[in-house]
């Protein structure tokens, strides 16, 4: 599965949660017995907004959800049905030249998008939720003495990685793959993209190696992988789908939702979550630093942003480093 407009592939999963991808994910979420408890968060840029619920019915018995709605992009081919077919339009203001309306177009060109994490944690409530963000400066004893012990700490599972890696998940879903254990990886779309326009493109390479979490593990041995997500990766997303390479904005971000290495591909026009500077390492430039200096990313200090209530960032407050 893949990270709405923050989904970002964000599929922690806690300790006890089903391994394999089965249990709840079996059956249709019952929408209809969702029980608002409180909005987590809106975004007006993103158009969407994600809600906090329980699922009070018998299935449910008051457990947890996170819906998140977001409206989807136009998409050309409907643009004339939109405006011509059962469309109402209500006449908001006119001065001059220049009015505004309300268009109601029929529910079949009135999609949302609906993203469900059920049952949901309270980690995941959290997640979407409204907070403070601040940026921290971790060099190379930062990431030793807090980072690293907060990481090894953690019970993060990214069995849902192993599931594609592995073919018991999303094969169906997979654009290409390089199967060589060592430099090899899986290219899958992002949950984020629903595929039905190029606008909001999202795909995500998922290494076959289990041993690099993220981008302060590699070095120039890691070189030939890299390069082959690069290369491959583009190849593949303008076989497949008509973009070109120069076309789409490869990175890898720091700190990654998922500690196993994955490289995000999106369209360089899509405003994704998570493509701004302080998280994101473009690909090329990563290659290049390693080519440069094998230890690069070992010794420079990186700057990201923690939200206030997350356990990495108290860690730093207590280190005397927030």
Aim: hydrophobic letters at 35%.
């Amino acid at each position: 599965m893949a990270e709405g407009p923050q989904p970002k592939r964000k599929r922690e999963e806690e300790k006890g949660e089903d391994k394999d991808g089965a249990g709840a994910a079996a059956a249709p979420f019952p929408l209809a017995e969702l029980r608002l408890r409180r909005v987590l968060r809106e975004s007006a840029r993103d158009k969407a907004v994600f809600l906090h619920g329980q699922v009070s019915g018998p299935s449910g018995d008051g457990a947890d959800a996170v819906v998140i709605l977001e409206k989807t992009p136009f998409q050309e081919e409907k643009l004339l049905d939109l405006l011509k077919k059962h469309t109402k339009l209500e006449l908001q203001m006119r001065n001059d030249i220049y009015s505004t309306y309300h268009l109601y177009p029929p529910p079949e060109l009135n999609e949302i998008k609906t993203t469900v994490v059920y049952p949901a944690t309270e980690k995941h409530i959290q997640k979407y939720l409204r907070q403070e963000v601040h940026l921290i400066r971790e060099t190379r004893q930062d990431y030793e003495s807090v980072t690293l012990p907060f990481i090894q700490s953690q019970s993060f599972s990214v069995q849902w990685v192993y599931n594609i890696l592995e073919k018991k998940a999303e094969a169906d879903r997979v654009v290409h793959e390089n199967p060589d254990p060592r430099d090899g990886f899986v290219l899958v779309p992002d949950f984020k993209w629903n595929q039905n326009q190029l606008d909001d493109l999202y795909l995500i390479a998922l290494v076959h190696r289990r041993d690099v979490k993220s981008l302060r593990d590699l070095t120039a041995e890691h070189l030939p992988l890299l390069r082959n997500i690069a290369r491959e990766g583009k190849e593949a997303v303008t076989k497949r789908f008509g973009v070109p390479g120069s076309q789409l904005r490869v990175y890898l971000h720091y700190q990654p939702s998922y500690y196993h290495l994955h490289v995000h591909f999106t369209a360089l026009g899509y405003d994704a979550p998570g493509s701004s500077v302080e998280r994101a390492h473009l690909l090329a430039d990563v290659i290049d630093n390693l080519a440069t200096d094998s230890s690069y990313y070992q010794k420079r200090a990186l700057t990201f942003a923690l939200r206030a209530d997350e356990p990495l960032f108290k860690k730093f407050q207590e280190a005397g480093r927030a």
